[in-house]
T-cell receptor, first 113, second 112 residues
Framework: KQEVTQIPAALSVPEGENLVLNCSFT??????LQWFRQDPGKGLTSLLL?????REQTSGRLNASLDKSSGRSTLYIAASQPGDSATYLC????????????FGAGTRLAVHP | ETGVTQTPRHLVMGMTNKKSLKCEQH?????MYWYKQSAKKPLELMFV???????ENNSVPSRFSPECPNSSHLFLHLHTLQPEDSALYLC???????????FGQGTRLTVV
């Protein structure tokens, strides 16, 4: 069964810390992996997309890595700010289906001043 | 603004009502999706449409009926829902299976 797991489920840190959010998936045959941000009661904002042939992607203070062989991705957030507080979701598009994203349960991040 | 617009943003309906959720994408994508997000559960895929043809129905009850009249519009028709159907319903679009998916802001549905 194709599954996506995110660790930790929740994280509370002081402002300024560098963070690592983890995502693991059960099948290495993927098209891509996407990281999203979700604010309470809102939709999803795409942060980074990593194609299966890529090892990492960067956008501003965010860096996402992909290790297909071990079924892992990490999202690194540098110099965290209170505005980064949200739920971060990892989603994997597995081969064999039509771009069906399988989501993890998310990591709820709180950055306090 | 993500380029994917959902209406209404909030909906309260009785179990005997019929209502529809609407999704419109302005990104020129050829695939659209309905996802359901219930409390304390990961997002679940409901339906996939590619080039206006339904390519996947993820074992969704028949009280949910999707419609895709063209590549820019997607509807979810609702009838005789149950309170456990209360959730955030999210629409998404993408260009082929290898490209980035973009989501709308969702419709918060409450069934009373």
């Amino acid at each position: 069964k194709q599954e996506v797991t995110q660790i930790p489920a929740a994280l509370s840190v002081p402002e300024g810390e560098n963070l690592v959010l983890n995502c693991s998936f059960t099948d290495s045959a993927i098209y891509n992996l996407q990281w999203f941000r979700q604010d309470p009661g809102k939709g999803l904002t795409s942060l980074l997309l990593i194609q299966s042939s890529q090892r990492e992607q960067t956008s501003g203070r965010l860096n996402a890595s992909l290790d297909k062989s071990s079924g892992r991705s990490t999202l690194y957030i540098a110099a965290s700010q209170p505005g980064d507080s949200a739920t971060y979701l990892c989603a994997v598009s597995f081969r064999g289906g039509y771009n069906k994203l399988i989501f993890g349960a998310g990591t709820r991040l709180a950055v306090h001043p | 603004e993500t380029g994917v617009t959902q209406t209404p943003r909030h909906l309260v309906m009785g179990m005997t009502n019929k209502k529809s959720l609407k999704c419109e994408q302005h990104l020129g994508h050829n695939a659209m999706y309905w996802y359901k997000q219930s409390a304390k559960k990961p997002l679940e895929l409901m339906f996939v449409y590619s080039l206006e043809e339904r390519v996947e129905n993820n074992s969704v009850p028949s009280r949910f009926s999707p419609e895709c009249p063209n590549s820019s519009h997607l509807f979810l028709h609702l009838h005789t829902l149950q309170p456990e159907d209360s959730a955030l319903y999210l629409c998404a679009s993408s260009q082929s299976r290898q490209n980035e998916a973009f989501f709308g802001q969702g419709t918060r549905l409450t069934v009373v």
